[in-house]
């Protein structure tokens, strides 16, 4: 079974994507309002009964339904408006995820956990001290999410297929995202080497702004963030081994400690199975750390 905490917009679009994808016989929505998890379970199931898939969704109020999850998705908590930053949603989530992750240990304590909720790095890492999970069990979604933006914007920019380009963002999920131009190719041609440098740059501030244009444009992200949660399921599920920028805990790795935040990791059968540690140039490091110092200087103020 997969669990979904939070049966909001995103929860909901991450149900529905992982269910199409078949990952699990059953799906289960868990969340404090009563009604909605068990809504989006009926419409959710009336629309694979039509599609002839054979996965189960379940809505609950019910911590103790999660018993047996293999995988559990913590998208609880509130979104950011037009005009904040991830990082001013600290203070009200921090409490959310700490209460759902002591949930999580107490009916799924085999599970692997992938938090959602923003501000996604502090929360990935209140998710892993908070649990005492070993950090390859605890991995947070946010890279894959802003790599798939920043893909649209190299095919906007090229013209050439989207199935082409291949790209890693890593760092903080919030105001020091960083996008990797350097590293991102099209059929293993370096993007530098197709565009400008004015061209990379434009890239580079686009990936970082765009949420919140959807944001002020839709009132939410939600597509892209539930196929990338379903993305990061299915490379667990399926065992694929896939390199995703995912938040985890830093041991020593990009000289940081203590500290979860974006990195490429190899997802397998047993979650994060190795870290890869590229070769960053000043800029690069500069940014990443400038991300670093932002993840902890917020959980410097918060118990957990
Ligand atoms: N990491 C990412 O890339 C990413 C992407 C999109 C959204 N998000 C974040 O995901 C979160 C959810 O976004 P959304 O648009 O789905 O919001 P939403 O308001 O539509 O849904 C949130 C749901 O959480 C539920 N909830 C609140 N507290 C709960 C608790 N203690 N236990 C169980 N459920 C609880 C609410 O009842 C609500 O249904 C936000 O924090 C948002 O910023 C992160
Ligand atoms: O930007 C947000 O607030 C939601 C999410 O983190 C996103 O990148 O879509």
Known sequence: MITIIGAGKVGGDAALFSALRRLDDEILLLDIAEGLPQG???????????????????????????????????????????????MDLLKIN??????????????????????????????????????????????????????????????????????????????EHGENMLPLTRFATVSGIPLPTLLPKEKLDEIFTATKGVAAEVIKLKGATVHAPGNAISAMIESVVQDK??????????????????????????????????????????EEKEWFNKGVDSVKNALSGVEF
Request: aromatic share 6%; glycine share 12%.
């Open 94 to 171: 921090a409490g959310v995820v700490k209460d759902v992750v002591g949930n999580i240990k107490k009916f799924a304590d085999d599970a692997m956990i992938i938090p959602v909720t923003n501000p996604l790095d502090p929360m990935a890492q209140i998710a892993y001290k908070t649990s005492g999970f070993d950090r390859s069990r605890v991995f947070g979604m946010g890279g894959m999410l802003d790599l798939s933006r920043f893909k649209q914007f190299i095919h906007e920019a090229t013209g050439y297929s989207r199935e082409s380009t291949k790209a890693l963002v890593i760092g």
């Open 40 to 86: 989006e379970a009926m419409d959710l199931n009336h629309m694979l009964s039509e599609q002839g898939i054979d996965v189960n969704v379940k809505g609950s109020n019910n911590y103790e339904d999660m018993k047996g999850s293999k995988i559990v998705v913590v998208v609880a908590g509130a979104g950011r408006k037009p005009g904040m930053t991830r």
């Open 241 to 282: 081994k896939q390199v995703i920028p995912v938040s985890t805990n830093l041991d020593g790795e990009y000289g940081q400690k203590d500290v979860s935040i974006g990195v490429p990791a190899v997802v397998g059968k047993k979650g994060v199975e190795k870290i890869l540690e590229l070769e960053l140039n000043d």
